[in-house]
Nanobody
């Protein structure tokens, strides 16, 4: 069974930074992809960033140049460094991992960007 534990959300002013972390049970390198989605009130869940087993990355256009995803296979964690945050980044962020064509989700962590 895959368990994903997200942490690092909070309240930040526009232009600020936050770092999200997702700790996975077991060896993180077994996942085809692992990454972050977000869901704002009244909107569908959307991909923010993901990273593959081979360290290839994919970002939503809205976060390119501001967010950076990384994975630490030794610590079995995937991190999302979020810089230059905007109010439109406000959402619940979810860690996601794909293994054997099955999606696994962690609990969400709230990110609020507001002055």
């Amino acid at each position: 069974q895959v368990q994903l534990q997200a942490s690092g959300g909070g309240l930040v002013q526009p232009g600020g930074s936050l770092r999200l972390s997702c700790a996975a049970s077991g060896t993180i390198s077994r996942f085809k992809t692992i990454g972050w989605y977000r869901q704002a009130p009244g909107k569908s869940r959307e991909l923010v960033a993901s990273i593959t087993r081979g360290f290839g990355t994919n970002y939503a256009d809205s976060v390119k140049g501001r967010f950076t995803i990384s994975r630490d296979n030794g610590k079995n964690t995937v991190n999302l460094q979020m810089n230059s945050l905007k109010p439109e980044d406000t959402a619940v962020y979810y860690c996601n991992a794909v293994l054997d064509r099955i999606d696994y989700w962690g609990q969400g962590t709230q990110v609020t960007v507001s002055s």
